[in-house]
């Protein structure tokens, strides 16, 4: 019997593990997902909480319902996998021996990793949206807040979802609107990038967007630490941005077994082929979703589309065959613009988001790097279709690969850039 | 794609000025490109971007700040003060690398 350990049952894991167990023959292969809790998170759902739109109940499930038969669910915390042993050993003591290892432990928020933000301001006048607790906390702040400066900010790239920073910020101006009191407050985006919107076409189209909506942009700030009794971030080349609440995104980092196990990157993340996900170092080890170094978007859409190449590349590998699908870096995300409108953007490791229609040429129906009641009604429907149809494996009839049938090539894009 | 001469060189670049072509890249280049920000070179200058240099091929993408201080050695605050105010963008564009990324 051979042992494929999948470690993560977040989107990535689960959708291998749905698709994996009904290729893999059931004589031949056990399947186990190890994962320390049994709560699955519709994490795209975070973004709404702050402003009441989501409940609890209507963005966590339990992850083992979602497994399909034959696979084994493991709970644990990994302590470190041995790559010589072929073993990942759990903080329990339990050994769990590998053939094959899948690390899908995605990327987590580390406020930790910034002096100051973890202090005692953090979760009074600090907060975070990329925890379920966060977005809680961050909605009864905002329910209080009346007036003063609100500042959005960004500690440092990559993280995950990299438009919902500016999706809450104009989800924030919106609903401060909403409430009457938005000429009482100072919106503030502080970024580590050059700009909010940094691919050209986007820019050229959505540069607006934040100086409409009256919000300052601060570029280039790379946050050093945060100053909690003043209410500051300050710099490392020494700005300061004083605030009254601060809604930051902490450093991603992946998870620590991956540093420990000697696997990762300076951030944890576990360098593989960007084509098929295997480890740069190990035949029997893949990094799937956010777990990975892959330079495309930490979202779930890439999770997706990249299990879909992942799945096929696997079987042909444990054939002992050359891997035939390259995953082309994918991703589309809906942007919430506020008003109950939204964005649509398309694009992969080589082309950047660029307008037009999605999926179908002309028909759409979704306008893309556009905002439209759509593409809002899209992103709200896409929860229904995350429970029931993607983390089941059930096929979405969206193309794995991107596809630029729709698409507007302006003539003046630069061309992709040669790795 | 648009192109530039730089010290007799003709070099691709995207609409920013940032070199397009990794192989078109050379150290004389490099210093001339230092130049153009205002950056005289010297052995600190160098050791960062030889080291986004070496890094790139392997991963396809510019080092970010913390990896050239955590892998390449040079910490954080030490590459705002070698290149001022803007360290990520300013070693990328003399290195001839693509810009830091942003998704949109």
Not at chain 1, 110 to 115: N, V
Not at chain 1, 302 to 327: C, K, W, Y
Request: hydrophobic share 40%; proline share 7%; glycine share 8%.
């Amino acid at each position: 019997m051979k042992h494929l350990v999948i470690l993560g049952g977040g989107t990535a894991g689960t959708m291998i593990a749905n698709k994996l167990r009904h290729r893999l023959d059931r004589t031949e292969w056990r399947i186990a997902v190890v994962d320390r809790d049994d709560e699955h998170h519709y994490q795209p759902g975070y973004l709404f909480v702050p402003f009441g739109g989501y409940t609890h109940e209507q963005v966590v499930r339990s992850r083992h319902t979602f497994l399909p038969d034959g696979v084994d669910f493991v709970f644990g915390s990994v302590d470190e996998i041995d790559t010589g042993e072929n073993v990942v050993r759990l903080d329990s003591g339990r050994a769990l021996p590998y053939d094959q290892l899948v690390i899908a432990t995605g990327s987590t928020p580390r406020p930790d990793q910034t002096p100051g933000m973890l202090g005692p301001e953090w979760r009074r006048s600090i907060f975070d949206f990329y925890t379920l607790e966060g977005a809680e906390a961050l909605a009864d702040a905002l329910a209080r807040f009346d007036g003063g400066r609100l500042v959005v900010h960004v500690t440092e790239m990559p993280i995950k979802c990299p438009v919902a920073p500016l999706e809450f910020t104009f989800l924030v101006e919106a609903w401060l609107r909403e409430r009457g009191i938005r000429d009482q407050v100072e919106l503030v985006f502080v970024t580590p990038l050059d700009g909010a919107f940094t691919k050209p076409v986007a820019s050229a189209h959505l540069g607006g967007m934040l100086d409409e909506r009256k919000v300052h942009v601060e570029t280039d700030f790379l946050v050093e630490r945060i100053d909690s009794e003043r209410k500051v971030l300050v710099s490392y080349d020494d700005r300061e941005v004083p605030f009254d609440l601060l809604v930051t995104v902490p450093l991603n980092m992946g998870a620590d077994f991956v540093a420990r196990s000697g696997l990762g990157d300076e951030l944890n993340y576990v360098p593989v082929d960007k084509h098929t996900q295997l480890s740069t170092e190990f035949d029997n080890i893949f990094a799937i979703g956010d777990a990975s170094d892959i330079p495309a978007s930490k979202a779930g859409s890439v999770a997706h589309f990249s299990v879909e190449i992942f799945v096929d590349n696997f079987l042909q590998h444990i054939a002992g065959r050359p891997m035939t699908g390259a995953f082309d870096g994918h991703a589309n995300c809906f942007v919430e613009s506020g008003d109950d409108k939204a964005l649509l953007i398309d694009f992969n490791y080589d082309t950047e988001p660029l307008t037009g229609k999605y999926p179908l040429p002309v028909v759409g129906p979704m306008d893309l790097l556009k905002e439209t009641r759509a593409n809002h009604l899209g992103k709200l429907a896409f929860r229904w279709i995350y429970w029931n149809v993607l983390l089941p494996g059930r096929p979405v009839p969206l193309p794995a690969l991107m596809s630029m049938a729709g698409k507007h090539v302006p003539t003046t894009a630069p061309e992709k850039q040669e790795a | 794609m648009p192109t530039t001469t730089i010290d007799n060189h003709e070099i691709h670049v995207d609409d920013e000025g940032f070199m397009t072509q990794y192989d078109e890249w050379t150290e004389d280049l490099g210093t001339v490109l230092a130049a153009q920000i205002g950056i005289e070179m010297s052995d600190e200058h160098w050791k960062a971007i030889r080291f986004l240099r070496s890094d790139f091929p392997e991963h396809g993408e510019t080092a970010t700040l913390r990896r050239v201080a955590t892998v390449g050695g040079i910490p954080t605050k030490q590459l705002f003060t070698l290149f001022p105010k803007k360290p990520a963008k300013k070693m990328a564009y003399v290195a001839g690398l693509p810009k830091p990324r942003g998704c949109v």
